[in-house]
């Protein structure tokens, strides 16, 4: 099924229609129910369908019209008027009437109504001429009418105030007439006491597909063919299919869409999308126009990251203080454009209500190379593809744009997308290069290559540039580079913000980057917490790339859990076979000797001194304050030695020591910390 057809459902022949009417079951038979319980003579609870565009309310209404029309039990009593989608001629309650009877006149019982209604226009009193008119037409042949109107909350807003009191008071007093609508904005009349309709309507609210009702509405859109494909797709890729309803919130024409497009690579799909970009840009539009200048703001700034947003973000990308950031977004929740999505914390997160809505503000409003304008899709392929189909799909659209199948507008918006998407830096450089070579048109629009931003961010720092190269590292952290993360955890370590390079070497960790494996361990022992955590991470470092930088830290954090075999073990494979009498001994051992003394393995600390096995390192003369402060440790069976201390070295030992005593007290291992504790 092509999108169009979703988006109107009311041009699709009643057959397929029919045929392909496959969710919002439930409701459709609870609408029924109620139409049937309420008889000809009884008063009905006039109702409001509320949702979001793209949920289904106009099939509904549509669905609704055909069985009440087939119904052998209504069919007789009760007509179905159903509107089309957007009437924007209805602006008065005699328009009403007039197109009413516009749609009645196909019945030999009405057929001169319009008539009628032509001899009454210069009326003084038209409106009430015209639904005397339909009224004792209604009762001369004993029917009722349902009418079936879409956006009706828009409709009513353009009525003014009389005709609103005065069309309350006909639904309240004539059983001839019925009104079940929908409308995809709350209609504000229903809550505030001072309006006529205040209270009147019954609401239903149509929520998104459930995953059940996904696979329905899926299995339903195609022929046979293409229903054994999309049963194969539930079956292997369920997991995909779930991504996409959550991706789009449920809203069913939103996931037709976004599937289209996934399987189109002739751009078909993305023409479709614009003729509905098209179509909806009046109505958007005057949604914007209509809100205050700082919910604008707001709005834009939400649609343009997609994601969800705190407050605080909102604050920072549109400059407004927090407090009246605070205020509007309570006052765009009330009005359903954006949605409140609750934390574990004070700082809930918000998003766009409307997804298509979301679609439609990143494709107008944002600029042609701006790579936020492809995000929905960057989104979408993320949740749909993994690293394989994502290369594949690009080889695709490589292909495509060698053959000219794409429109300058689809190429640029396919490259955009995945140059985003990808991680494999050659495929996304061929991408763009292709992307320039065969639709040179829209080359100033792409984004820079991620290879490119990486060397941008190299030289930057080279150069002494630390705010650049955190700049752009952040950029391709952002895109889940772990390179880019552990080099921004860098960047905030020499900043000194030990929280955010936490962080930022946990993501890359996460990813088994073996460089921030080992920072993040350390970045735990600095803060003198976690000992297991660190010491399960230098372990995994020690494992992937063994060295006196991995057994010396190992060693020390081993010490910090008092897992003593360990730690003497990583002490003696670097002194044995990874260190040499040309390093710097005092930046590998002055910790582990420390952490020894601290911990009470004077014995151990002693031996790497005086044991024939490290000579060739000559620790002796090249610690020498470290030996004579761990003699003083040890006490009096050494205390003759101790005494050979030269003066010049007693303040050097004495801040030695100092730190032995800092070590204990900071890396004392608590009962619920220790290795045994934890089994």
Known sequence: MKVAAIYNPQEMQEDLFVERFVVRRDTLAELMQRIRETGPNQFFKHTIIQGLRGQGKTTLLRKLSICVRDNAELSPWLIPVLFREEEYSVTSL??????????????????????????????????????????????????????????????????????????????????????????????????????????????????????????????????????????DILRTQSGKVEALRRLTAGVPRTMILLFEIFLDDHGSALDDLEALLDRVTPLYKHRLDDLPAQQQAIVHAIALGWDAMSTKEIAAKTRLPSKQVSAQLSQLEKNRLIRRIPTST?????QLEERFFNIWCLMRLGRKNDKQRAIWLVKFLESWCDEQELAERAERHMDALKEGKLAPRHALLWSQALAQSLRDLDLQQRVLDTTKEFVPQVAESLPESDTDLFKKASEAYKSGDCKSALKLNKVLADKGYPTAEYNVGILYMQNGDMKLSESYFFKAAQKGYVDAIHNLSLVYYEDGKRPLDALELMRKSDQAEPSAQTKLPLSLLALWNEEFPEAFSAIDLAMTEFLTETDDLDDF?????????????????????EDERYGHLNLKERLKPYYYAILQEIGESRRDDALRMGPELEQTVAEIRADIEGFRLQYRLQPTESSDAKA
């Open 94 to 231: 005699c328009r009403l009437w007039e197109l009413v009877v516009e749609h009645l006149a196909d019945q030999p019982e009405f057929e001169t109504l319009p008539d009628q209604y032509e001899e009454a226009y210069q009326s003084p009193h038209y409106e009430k001429d015209c639904f005397s008119i339909l009224g004792d037409a209604l009762q001369k042949t004993d029917k009722t009418i349902l009418l079936l109107i879409d956006n009706l909350g828009e409709m009513l807003g353009k009525f003014e105030l009389r005709d609103q009191q005065r069309l309350r008071e006909i639904l309240q007093t004539s059983r001839r007439i019925r009104i079940i609508g929908a409308s995809a904005v709350m209609l504000e009349q229903h809550y505030d006491q001072g309006k006529p309709f205040f209270q009147f309507f019954t609401m239903k609210t149509l929520d998104g597909l459930n995953r059940e009702e996904t696979h329905e509405l899926l299995l339903g859109l195609g022929d046979a063919e293409q229903t054994a494909k999309m049963q």
């Open 346 to 350: 004070k700082n809930h997160l918000y």
């Open 589 to 609: 051992l002055a910790y582990p000797v420390a952490m020894l003394a601290a911990k009470g393995q004077t014995a151990f600390a002693l031996k790497l001194f």
